[in-house]
């Protein structure tokens, strides 16, 4: 007995090694494949948003091969460069990318649309919630003005969900950009991981504080570096318009008043939406939408707010997932 009781610390030393050792391997396995999505095709076609567009292939800052599509308008003054969210692409959401592009270029804008890397047809594993995409976007912007022939800070930053959270962190790496709209994005990486994530594991929540840690010592990626929030705060001069759907369960609705609260610019806007989910805002209120969307460009990068949506625009019916 006495023998017994003289193992039994070393017993439960082992035992506690052992769980220690299986949780941090189980939190590196799922850190390491949840961030890699599946490629999900690209529908519908770009001929079904545009009579004309131009398939492009280039760089993103750190040389990663970003692929997408520009689509222009005759005597455009202005651009959009617009981002999909977590494991769709440029054109396959619930956002409606097409639909949208299709009522961008009506209004005058010239449009490209692009897969983040680690997404469609562009090169890279992951994705990384907004650490490595700004420099994507950073790309893309480049290439969008200089597509439309404009300056860059004409170039309007449409993001939804993962894009974005990744288009505000775009504004800490170059404040310079043109106007920033968000659709679903979330104001802190770490808050959203603690969130959702078991949405994505299928594993108790409690494994989340491990699946971050190995994501940092791993894998590089530091989600305590991730506040869009941080970077609102710190743009007082920045007008934004924040887009939240009131039923999100992808990313909750506080992350938008999060968002809005940060903003101490008077022109900053926030348009909580009644009765939809994650991204579907424009899928249920396009007219509203459009509206918001269009008013605050027109403001921001000037002329006139357009009066009327052309009939069937807003009307084709949703792809994608």
């Given at each position: 007995?006495?023998?017994?009781?003289?193992?039994?610390?070393?017993?439960?030393?082992?035992?506690?090694?052992?769980?220690?050792?299986?949780?941090?391997?189980?939190?590196?396995?799922?850190?390491?494949?949840?961030?890699?999505?599946?490629?999900?095709?690209?529908?519908?076609?770009?001929?079904?948003?545009?009579?004309?567009?131009?398939?492009?292939?280039?760089?993103?800052?750190?040389?990663?091969?970003?692929?997408?599509?520009?689509?222009?308008?005759?005597?455009?003054?202005?651009?959009?460069?617009?981002?999909?969210?977590?494991?769709?692409?440029?054109?396959?959401?619930?956002?409606?990318?097409?639909?949208?592009?299709?009522?961008?270029?009506?209004?005058?804008?010239?449009?490209?649309?692009?897969?983040?890397?680690?997404?469609?047809?562009?090169?890279?594993?992951?994705?990384?919630?907004?650490?490595?995409?700004?420099?994507?976007?950073?790309?893309?912007?480049?290439?969008?003005?200089?597509?439309?022939?404009?300056?860059?800070?004409?170039?309007?930053?449409?993001?939804?969900?993962?894009?974005?959270?990744?288009?505000?962190?775009?504004?800490?790496?170059?404040?310079?950009?043109?106007?920033?709209?968000?659709?679903?994005?979330?104001?802190d990486g770490e808050t959203v991981v603690s969130e959702a994530a078991t949405q994505y594991t299928n594993l108790p929540a409690w494994f989340n504080p491990g699946m971050v840690l190995m994501a940092r010592v791993?894998?590089?990626?530091?989600?305590?570096?991730?506040?869009?929030?941080?970077?609102?705060?710190?743009?007082?001069?920045?007008?934004f318009l924040f887009i939240h759907c009131a039923d999100d369960q992808g990313v909750l609705v506080h992350h938008a008043y999060d968002l809005k609260a940060a903003s101490a610019n008077p022109r900053t806007e926030?348009?909580?939406?009644?009765?939809?989910?994650?991204?579907?805002?424009?899928?249920?209120?396009?007219?509203?939408?459009?509206?918001?969307?269009?008013?605050?460009?027109?403001?921001?990068?000037?002329?006139?707010?357009?009066?009327?949506?052309p009939a069937g625009i807003l009307a084709a019916p949703r792809r994608g997932g």
């Amino acid at each position: 007995m006495r023998q017994a009781r003289t193992l039994l610390p070393y017993v439960l030393a082992v035992l506690v090694l052992a769980a220690l050792v299986a949780y941090f391997a189980v939190s590196f396995r799922v850190a390491e494949t949840v961030t890699q999505v599946e490629r999900v095709p690209l529908d519908p076609p770009a001929g079904s948003i545009a009579a004309t567009h131009e398939d492009v292939t280039f760089n993103s800052r750190d040389g990663i091969v970003l692929k997408g599509w520009t689509m222009t308008t005759a005597r455009s003054a202005r651009a959009t460069s617009n981002h999909h969210g977590r494991g769709r692409n440029r054109v396959n959401s619930d956002f409606m990318e097409a639909a949208i592009a299709r009522l961008l270029l009506v209004h005058g804008y010239s449009v490209l649309l692009f897969d983040l890397r680690g997404h469609g047809e562009s090169g890279g594993t992951r994705y990384t919630l907004g650490i490595e995409e700004p420099r994507d976007i950073l790309a893309a912007i480049d290439l969008a003005a200089s597509r439309a022939g404009i300056d860059r800070r004409r170039v309007a930053v449409i993001g939804e969900s993962l894009g974005g959270g990744s288009a505000l962190m775009t504004v800490k790496a170059d404040p310079s950009i043109g106007p920033v709209v968000t659709d679903s994005a979330f104001a802190d990486g770490e808050t959203v991981v603690s969130e959702a994530a078991t949405q994505y594991t299928n594993l108790p929540a409690w494994f989340n504080p491990g699946m971050v840690l190995m994501a940092r010592v791993f894998l590089g990626l530091d989600l305590s570096q991730v506040s869009p929030e941080r970077v609102v705060a710190s743009q007082p001069g920045r007008a934004f318009l924040f887009i939240h759907c009131a039923d999100d369960q992808g990313v909750l609705v506080h992350h938008a008043y999060d968002l809005k609260a940060a903003s101490a610019n008077p022109r900053t806007e926030l348009w909580i939406v009644p009765g939809c989910g994650h991204v579907k805002a424009f899928a249920t209120h396009p007219d509203e939408w459009a509206q918001h969307v269009l008013t605050f460009l027109g403001r921001e990068l000037g002329g006139e707010k357009p009066t009327s949506v052309p009939a069937g625009i807003l009307a084709a019916p949703r792809r994608g997932g």
